[in-house]
Structure formats: structure tokens, C-alpha cells
């Protein structure tokens, strides 16, 4: 009988992985580091809960690391077979997994120099040579075609927006001729922006697991060029920096997006913007890589670059240490983005420790923020941040421009899930922190009617169709 146990983001937005076993075999959907709390975390260190080895395939919805970071480790314990992924979400993992394994690196290099941690020697939770190994073990398939893992098991993708190489996924299992459809929303994005597609509606499924990210609220509505142009211009007359946490992947480039426009608009003024992430930079890339994945014209290669739309008039792609500290003279209003995202670490760190204390920057937070990080730390109104193992003052603006959401808000979810012409015989609700999973609980079931499950961590339910 196929079962299903929930090793990660239930309960939590960080950590997907969901272990699917029938016909004495087993395929994990997506394997995620936990993020966030130091007692999320320390799941990453934890004995993983069944012998790695004992897995047969892993399949991944997206290259972010809450869906992938964990690929290293358990590799590291003993997986041996194929990671599927499609073309795109691979190249997104030789970046980010590399990068993930780089910051542990650095940041137990960091720990160890200034001893603010309990651990002796500070280890990393994995290196770039194991990241380099997982990567090893990647196998590319279709965008959007069914391919068969083995008579139990057959995968059908399809676009789920988000970021680029996001898909939702259609796994059928096979069982005594008889078929059950389960339904993986990965990690859903937004519907009519200007960079990626809508997430492509679903039909019908036996059993479905939704994210829940946004599941108790949706995105303030209005202009995100007319807010961005505030924030920029506010900021500006200030005469500070604007400081934006962001994700390299995507995030990333829908601000470059929003930002050239409003330039080639003159709603802001044209002032230096640092693009400091190397990955930010190659991700971008990236995107005249993929055309299938999103719908940005950029001109071909031997036209000029005057038209590229990720192309802002005074940008500063930083890729060295050397220049990314050199951000730090600058004293003139600019513009900063760089990751990680929720300020969990990165080149980020070294920025906000520059910039909190000064009153006339804006710290912009863009993205998903989960509880015990940074970013979530300044949403709350943080009145000091604990970065490097000093207390910075909190003097800047922080602003929450939850518009630019790379996650399908409330609403958005719902209108997904309306897609369905049935009634799935369960709907496991995932990825999102407890008010978030009982508001779409709720809505679900007053809205469709359907039996929804809200799964604990580790816990283990039969798939009968
Ligand atoms: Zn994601």
C-alpha cells in the first residue's frame, strides 16, 4: 500500500521533503534545508529518520534551498541514486547548492575566529566538495513531459511560476493496476507578472499537498512601480542607502526589472545601484539562458545591451570581496541589493551592519521572511540585530513590500486550488507556519467543502485512492 511521511515543512515553511513508498519502493519530493530557528536548524544535524541509502530516486520541484539544500547531506549519509530536475532548476542548483556549501564553509571559518559559538571546531554542515558530489548525481528531464522513474512511479511537471524552472508536480503510483494521482504544488507563484508565467492550473488528483506560505493573507494590493518610485525617491532626498535583502533568484531580477523601468520612466533619479551577490549576477544569466521559463524579450547578442530589460543605467555587478567592501565608502544615495534574502547570511550581513545605524537608509524587505531570522526580526521591529556576534542599532526605515512576493498570496492559492473539477480525497496542507495552515484550512473547507489534513512533522499517512 503507498504511503506518504512528511520529513520536512510540515508545520514550517523550510525543510520540504516528502517521502513517497509503494511497491517497496521509495522516491523523496525535494529535500530542503531547514531555515530559520536555531531549533529548525538543528534538524539538519539530527540523525536523519530512515537510512538514505534505502531511497531510490529523488525528484525536485525547484532549486530553491529550503527544497534542495539538503541534497549534500544526505548524500553524505549514503544516497546513491539520481536527482531529476529539469534543465533550468539544474543549472539554478549548481549555483545556489555550491553557494549554500560556501556560506557554511564561511560561516564556520567565522565562528571559529571570533568564538561566539558552543560548538569546537565550528563545523560546516556540509562542504563545496560535497555540494560539488550531489551535483554529480543530477539527471535532466523535460519542462513539461511525463517521464517514468519505474512501473510504480511516472512524474508529469508542470509551470508553477515562483521562480525560473519552478514546477508543480503529477506523480502517478501504480499499485495492482490500480493508479493513484498525487499532486505536489512546490512552492507557487504569482499570477500576471512581468517576468514569469501564471502557475498552470491543476484538474484533479487523489490526493494533493499544497505550500501554505501565504495561506493567511495576500499581498498588499497597489502599484509596485508606483511604491518602489516612493521608497527610492523618500529614501533619495534622505540622502541614504537603500538596503534590499533579496533572493539571487529572482527576486533579484524582478527589482532590476521595476528599477529600469522606473529610470527609463525618470520617476527616480539615475544613482549607482550594487548588484552584490555574485550568484544574483549569474542567475541573471540565466534568464537569456531560459526563454521557455519566462516571457522577457531581451535582444540578441550582437544588438546592444541598451535594451536588455534587466539592464539598469548605473549598475555595479560585484562579484569580488574587494569590491563588494567598497560599497561600504560610498556615502552618496545608491542602491544595494544582496543576499541571502531573510538576512540569514551572505554579503548581506556586511551591509546591514554599515547601513542600520545610519537613520536616513530604508532597509526594503522583499521577500518571505521566517520566524528566528533576521529579516523576520526587522519586520517585528527589532530595536538591535545580533550580527557577527555584536548588537547593531536598528536606526534605518524598514519597509515590507510584500508586493513583490515570489509566493502565491491567499487568495491567489485559493484560486489555484479552484481548479480542481473534483474534490481530492485528502489535501495535505504544507509549508507554512501554523496561522497560515489553519486560515487556508479553513477556507478550504468553507470554500470547496474538501477533507483537509494539516500533517505533523514526521508523520506518516496511507495513500489509498
Ligand atoms: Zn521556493
Redesign the pocket.
Known sequence: MAKITFLGAAGTVTGSKYLVEAGGKRLLVDCGLFEGSHQLEQRNWDKFSIDPATIDWIVLT?A?I??TGFLPRLIRYGYRGPIYANAATHELCLLLLADSAHLQEEEARFAAKKKYTPYDPPLPLYTIEEARQALQQFREVPRADAFTLSPEFSVRPHHAG??LG?SWLELTITENGKQTLVLFS??LGRYSTPILDDPESPARADFLLCESTYGDRDHPGGSVPDTLADIVNQTVKRGGALVIPAFAVDRTQLLMYYLRELEDQQRIPRIPVYVDSPMAISVTGLYAAHREDHKLQFLREEQTGDHDPLNLHEVHMTRSVEDSKKINDVVSPCIIISASGMATGGRILHHLARRLPDSRSTILIVGYQAEGSRGRALLDGAKYLRIFGEEVPVRANVVDMGQLS??AGKSELLRWLSGFQAPPKQAFLVHGEPPALNSLRDAIVSQFHWNVTIPGYLQSFDLIA
Open positions: 525547484h530553491h529550503d527544497h515562483h521562480i519552478a512546490g512552492d515570489a509566493h
